[in-house]
């Protein structure tokens, strides 16, 4: 009878591994929250905000004229890019994007609009939203990659082309810098100011420029452009001549406000890795307690004498 009670007694669990045990569960916890806080919570903090609303402005200097003969005048200009969320359907948010450049006096030059539809993970446009069917990037996504994006958003009335050239710092700030093109974009119905526009000619856009943008973010924190916008005779598919040539960059302030945007987001975004990372350690190290607590006390003593 007493050797069938030391038998039983045997096969209860002794302290230490129940101790073992309550320890594994709690590391085992801590993995399920690490990977709970990389692949589904982060995510969500990344996403494009409900409320996303942002403005830009830009210095410019140019010159313009009327017609394809007529007196260039020279102008320094300042262009407001106005970006503002009107309703957020899922992971979809609906943006008007609107630009606008005028003359330091007041005088209206050029402006466009429009809705896009963006996707608040990606921030790409979404085929089937918005007044056009756009394509590529509306910003540029968190965690940016050397490589090349299409993109499209109020600054062109088309698609640009950006491609990585090389890192730099800015500011303290490591950046990706980006160049790009746009092409023969018809921005005929910005341009009905002028005379000839659109009874004779189209108006067409090329430009090309730099960007920097802070990867982690996605932000761009400095920008600069130059092009020129020229009369087309869509009859005969030939430029005529240019009317309206210019370079331009953020103002001081906007570059400051960008660049503060992005060090910030870095930091908040810059908890996607090392939550989950501090997390994945935790459960490591209290299993690796729960082990040598669990462990004979011989073993213990060898242990401790080992380190």
């Known amino acids: ?17 129940r101790r073992f045990g309550r320890q594994l569960s709690l590391a085992l916890g801590l993995w ?6 990389r692949w589904w919570i982060a995510p969500q903090w990344a996403r494009l905000p409900a409320d996303y609303a942002d403005e830009t402005f830009y210095q410019a200097r140019s010159r313009a004229r009327q017609t394809p003969d007529g007196k260039w005048e020279s102008a320094r200009l300042i262009g407001r890019r106005v970006d503002q969320t009107l309703v957020v359907s899922g992971d979809t948010a609906i943006v008007q994007g609107d ?3 005028s003359t330091e006096a ?27 069917n756009r394509s590529g990037q509306f910003l540029f996504p968190p965690h940016v990659e050397r490589r090349s994006y299409t993109y499209w958003n109020p600054l062109f009335i088309g698609p640009c082309t950006a491609t990585f050239d090389r890192t730099a710092v800015v500011n303290g700030l490591p950046v990706y810098v980006f160049r790009f093109t746009a092409r023969n974009l018809d921005e005929s119905s910005g341009y009905t100011h002028l005379p000839d526009v659109p009874e004779r000619y189209e108006a ?15 932000i761009v924190v400095d920008y600069r452009e130059r092009g020129a ?10 430029r005529v001549a240019d009317f309206f040539v210019w370079s331009d960059h953020f103002t001081p302030q906007t570059k400051t406000a960008q660049l503060q945007r992005a060090a910030a987001r870095r930091r908040m ?14 459960g490591l190290l209290w299993l690796a307690l729960g082990l040598r607590r669990a462990a004979p006390a011989s073993t213990r003593a060898s242990m401790g004498n080992e380190l």
């Open 269 to 282: 975004m810059a908890l996607e890795i090392w939550l989950p990372l501090g997390l994945l350690l935790g």
């Open 229 to 238: 916008s020229y009369f087309f005779d869509g009859r005969t598919r030939k």
């Open 204 to 218: 067409h856009t090329d430009g090309q420029g730099t960007l920097w943008i802070e990867p982690i973010s996605g």
């Open 1 to 17: 009878m007493r050797n069938e009670n030391r038998d039983g007694d045997e096969l209860k669990p002794t302290m230490s591994q």
């Open 106 to 132: 007041g005088q209206v030059l050029f402006e466009s609009g429009g809705i896009y539809g963006v996707n608040r993970h990606s921030r790409r446009n979404v085929s089937g939203y918005g007044n056009v």
């Open 99 to 101: 630009l606008h450049w």
């Open 32 to 37: 399920l929250l690490a990977a709970i806080t």
